[in-house]
């Protein structure tokens, strides 16, 4: 019997993310935000995280990530989670939504930062 392939995560957006730098810097909020894949959860890495499919995302909005974090839409602190930030990007082409990109602060240094997930919102918090 043939083993059943994992459907849950897009391959493709794997292999995208771990093409982007391993730091990006956004100087309008002087955050060094670092990419890692490291455990999201004890049964996923951070990158197979992002990689869900019911993420919504495509490659061309992972590798439009650095260059959108340098040029959002909007930037917001969240009032629910404690030290984490969130990026609105414009997705490229005719797709709706936005790209939400949301980083973790590091709580012995505010400047750096990691990010979490990244996910398509089809609105503006």
């Given amino acids: 019997m043939a083993k059943k392939k994992n459907t849950k995560y897009d391959q493709n957006l794997i292999e995208a993310l771990k093409q982007l730098p391993s730091s990006i810097e956004d100087k309008r909020h002087g955050f060094v935000i670092e990419i890692k894949d490291d455990r999201a959860r004890s049964n996923e890495t951070r990158f197979e995280h992002i990689a869900k499919k019911n993420h919504e995302l ?52 505010p400047k750096r930062a990691r990010i979490k997930t990244v996910f398509i919102a089809h609105r503006l918090k």
């Fill in 58 to 109: 495509k490659v061309r909005d992972i590798k439009s990530i650095p260059e959108g974090i340098k040029e959002y839409v909007k930037f917001v602190k969240s009032n629910e989670i404690e030290n984490t930030c969130y990026y609105f990007i414009k997705r490229k082409g005719e797709d709706r939504g936005f790209i939400q990109v949301a980083i973790l602060l590091d709580e012995t240094n």
